[in-house]
């Protein structure tokens, strides 16, 4: 067991990343696990954000190494200056990963809670596709780059309809999403019993 005053450095840590986080997403209501939420929460709001500050940074190597997978499908000058971070994303928002083209670096924030961890890589695929075009909707140049990538990465291409395209591709590539997304960040080591397929992403 730590010893306490370890524990309070993981939260505070964990608390001055959120922030960070915060400021690179479409809206602060986005982060809200920075927010103790009165007392029911705090005590959910101390455990994660102690957890966040224990790990994020293995966990931001992982996604790293997926953003260098994506990068290396293109020539150095194809590149878009990206910054990559995992964050528990509110859950009223019903997404498991962004890309805020309106910052610079552009910033792709990732709830790799919501997903199994085989399934990352393709969330940074299509997030980095919408750094890529500069551009949050999913027509025919972000089909063009998602398929690029998923051939360069190993993933599987996607077919879509053209009447259907932007609704199919908004959820490209198909995820399995967890029953419980906060379990993750609680430090719960992945469980596919625990999850469901879902369209949803
Ligand atoms: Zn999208």
Same mark, same amino acid.
């Given at each position: 067991?730590?010893?306490?005053?370890?524990?309070?450095?993981?939260?505070? /840590?964990?608390?001055?990343?959120?922030?960070?986080?915060?400021?690179?997403?479409?809206?602060?209501?986005?982060?809200?696990?920075?927010?103790?939420?009165?007392?029911?929460?705090?005590?959910?709001?101390?455990?994660?954000?102690?957890?966040?500050?224990?790990?994020?940074?293995?966990?931001? @190597?992982?996604?790293?190494?997926?953003?260098? @997978?994506?990068?290396?499908?293109? @020539?150095?000058?194809? /590149?878009?200056?990206?910054?990559?971070? @995992?964050?528990?994303?509110?859950?009223?928002?019903?997404?498991?990963?962004?890309?805020?083209?309106?910052?610079?670096?552009?910033?792709?924030?990732?709830?790799?809670?919501?997903?199994?961890?085989?399934?990352?890589?393709?969330? +940074?695929?299509?997030?980095?596709?919408?750094?890529? +075009?500069?551009? +949050?909707?999913?027509?025919?140049?972000?089909?063009?780059?998602?398929?690029?990538?998923?051939?360069?990465?190993?993933?599987?291409?996607?077919?879509?309809?053209?009447?259907?395209?932007?609704?199919?591709?908004?959820?490209?590539?198909?995820?399995?999403?967890?029953?419980?997304?906060?379990?993750?960040?609680?430090?719960?080591?992945?469980?596919?019993?625990?999850?469901? +397929?879902?369209?949803?992403?």
């Amino acid at each position: 067991m730590s010893h306490p005053d370890v524990k309070f450095d993981a939260f505070w /840590r964990g608390i001055s990343y959120l922030r960070q986080v915060r400021r690179l997403a479409l809206s602060p209501l986005m982060i809200d696990v920075i927010d103790d939420g009165g007392l029911a929460n705090y005590h959910h709001h101390r455990e994660i954000c102690t957890w966040i500050g224990e790990n994020i940074q293995a966990v931001n @190597a992982t996604l790293t190494d997926y953003l260098d @997978a994506c990068h290396q499908c293109f @020539a150095l000058c194809d /590149r878009p200056a990206i910054q990559i971070f @995992a964050t528990p994303l509110a859950e009223q928002f019903g997404i498991d990963g962004l890309c805020n083209i309106f910052v610079n670096p552009i910033a792709i924030l990732i709830d790799v809670g919501r997903t199994s961890p085989n399934h990352w890589l393709g969330i +940074v695929a299509h997030e980095y596709a919408h750094a890529c +075009v500069g551009d +949050v909707g999913h027509g025919e140049q972000f089909a063009k780059i998602l398929t690029h990538l998923c051939l360069g990465l190993g993933l599987d291409l996607p077919i879509w309809e053209p009447e259907t395209m932007e609704a199919w591709l908004s959820n490209y590539p198909h995820c399995q999403l967890m029953i419980d997304p906060l379990a993750f960040w609680f430090g719960q080591p992945y469980n596919p019993d625990f999850s469901q +397929v879902s369209y949803t992403s």
